[in-house]
């Protein structure tokens, strides 16, 4: 006769709370857009031949700036 208290959800319970909303606001995901955009951008700026660094860096830093790239896109994709 060992019952949880009423205040402790069950596992049963659980499932019926109301899950908080995550989405963005507009202004949040256009922000959040230009932002991973913006340094996307630089950081594909710093893989151009003109920049100082060695190729194995400006390698890494287009990867790095394509996946900013990538970023601000599936930010509206979720």
């Known amino acids: 006769m060992n019952a949880p208290p009423p205040s402790s959800p069950t596992s049963s319970d659980r499932s019926a709370l109301p899950?908080?909303?995550?989405?963005d606001c507009l202004s949040c995901r256009i922000i959040g857009t230009g932002a991973l955009g913006a340094t996307?951008?630089?950081?594909?700026?710093?893989?151009?031949?003109?920049?100082?660094?060695?190729?194995?860096?400006?390698?890494?830093?287009?990867?790095?700036?394509?996946?900013?790239?990538?970023?601000?896109?599936?930010?509206?994709?979720?």
Do not use: E
Request: glycine share 14%.
């Open 40 to 78: 996307g951008l630089y950081a594909l700026n710093q893989a151009r031949a003109h920049q100082p660094g060695s190729v194995v860096g400006k390698r890494i830093m287009a990867g790095v700036g394509m996946l900013f790239l990538l970023g601000s896109v599936a930010r509206w994709r979720a």
């Open 19 to 23: 899950r908080p909303a995550t989405a």
